[in-house]
């Protein structure tokens, strides 16, 4: 799909043009999906308290606007996709949020999560398919910090960092 033209004539070289046909169908079905968050009050945000990230999708259509099917020939009936959005403590091998989601042409979803105790933490926040190899996105890491306040502060793409005791 993102391949230079010299490569990819390389690949399909071979195929006849009912099969570069099929090949073409499928590549125009894989999904193409921007990823964008907030977090809601993230100044105000302390140990205990909610943190709600509002995330928004958006993604590529057909030329009518629809969504096509999942291209999975030995499916036994037609494949909806299905999509995940996950908010994720790596270093903690942990998870805090998670939420299944129908996509159409765009959604604006709310994950909820506590809010740990004053320290470092570097969330991320996946958006993985349930239908699509290679598809999963890692847009966006949701940190954590101690401020003097001890309050808890949210800052997008900071560098990971271990909990502060």
């Not at 490569?7 to 070289?13: I, P």
């Not at 073409?24 to 968050?37: E, G």
């Not at 506590?114 to 958006?127: D, H, I």
Request: glycine share 6%.
């Amino acid at each position: 799909m993102d391949l230079e033209d010299a490569e990819r004539n390389e690949l399909l070289a071979g195929l006849s043009s009912s099969q570069l046909a099929d090949v073409a169908r499928v590549c125009n079905r894989y999904p193409n999906i921007d990823v964008s968050y907030e977090v809601e009050d993230e100044d105000e945000v302390a140990s205990g308290d909610t943190v709600s990230v509002l995330v928004s999708l958006l993604r590529e259509g057909d030329e009518e606007g629809r969504v096509p099917k999942v291209h999975a020939p030995r499916f036994p009936k037609d494949k909806e996709e299905g999509w995940w959005l996950v908010v994720g403590d790596v270093a903690a091998n942990s998870l805090l949020c998670i939420k299944r989601i129908s996509l159409q042409l765009k959604a604006k979803v709310k994950l909820d999560f506590t809010a740990p105790e004053p320290g470092e933490y570097a969330y991320k926040l996946y958006l993985m398919s349930d239908s699509y190899l290679g598809c999963d996105q890692v847009r966006a890491r949701v940190g954590v910090r101690r401020t003097l306040s001890r309050t808890l502060t949210l800052t997008p793409n900071p560098e990971p960092r271990t909990p502060n005791p």
